[in-house]
């Protein structure tokens, strides 16, 4: 099987395809294809050409820290939970997340994620007790794993604009269920920073990897909670 990747040595620099063979098990994760082509003792493309090893994070290799985020097969997903044998055709496609810059290779920086967190004071501080009929809801908020799959499916998402994207209308509902601080704020920085620009496609639903329902979030949020 042939695997594609598109490369880029550093920020500036300009962005091209490799290629690489892969013989290994069809029941490996996208993880362990990168890594056995990274540990091969020569690490040669598809027609012989050396090569550097390919620039890609992970930590976990379970599912649960979100650094594998890429691009497989033109889909948003995570490397360790995406495996050969689910992807259809001759030759698998690796590209890093688009809406973020790349650093090197599959390495993008995703520190516009907290920024913008950061921006609207989206944390929670001194908070209330917990509503039972939330609870189920602010669970699976908490689980996200700010990876930046559903900023890259989202067809409003553009980096840099002042539409936050799907990972903050959740955020937005946690911090005003549970925090004791201004709700009024936190609706106005929601209607400005999400509400506005949101056409509910609900692709981040589709591509989030634990299944967060941000639709249930902001049926909260416009319901004013
Ligand atoms: S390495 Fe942690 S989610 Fe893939």
């Not at 598109?6 to 029941?27: I, V």
């Not at 994207?165 to 704020?185: E, H, I, T, W």
Request: hydrophobic share 35%.
């Amino acid at each position: 099987m042939k695997v594609k990747i598109l490369r880029q040595q550093h920020p500036g620099a300009k962005p091209y395809w490799q290629t690489f063979e892969y013989e290994g098990d069809t029941g490996a994760s996208i993880a362990a294809v990168l890594d056995s082509i990274n540990y091969r003792d020569d690490i040669v493309d598809s027609d012989g050409n050396p090569t550097d090893r390919i620039s890609w994070e992970c930590s976990c290799v379970q599912g649960m820290c979100g650094a594998c985020a890429m691009v497989i097969n033109g889909v948003p997903a995570l490397a360790c939970d995406t495996f050969v044998k689910d992807l259809k055709g001759s030759f698998i496609t690796i590209e890093p997340l688009r809406k973020f810059p790349v650093i090197s290779d599959l390495v993008v920086d995703r520190g516009i994620i907290q920024e913008n967190l950061r921006k609207i004071n989206a944390f929670i501080g001194e908070y209330h007790k917990e509503n039972e009929k939330d609870h189920e809801l602010e669970y699976q908020i908490g689980r996200c794993l700010k990876c930046g799959l559903c900023l890259e499916a989202c067809p409003n998402y553009v980096k840099g604009d002042n539409f936050y994207g799907p990972l903050f209308a959740n955020d937005s509902f946690f911090v005003m269920s549970r925090s004791k601080g201004d709700s009024k704020q936190i609706k106005k920085d929601y209607g400005e920073h999400f509400a506005k620009g949101c056409s509910k496609s609900l692709a981040c639903e589709k591509v989030c990897p634990v299944n967060i329902p941000t639709l249930a979030s902001i049926a909260k949020m416009n319901r004013g909670k």
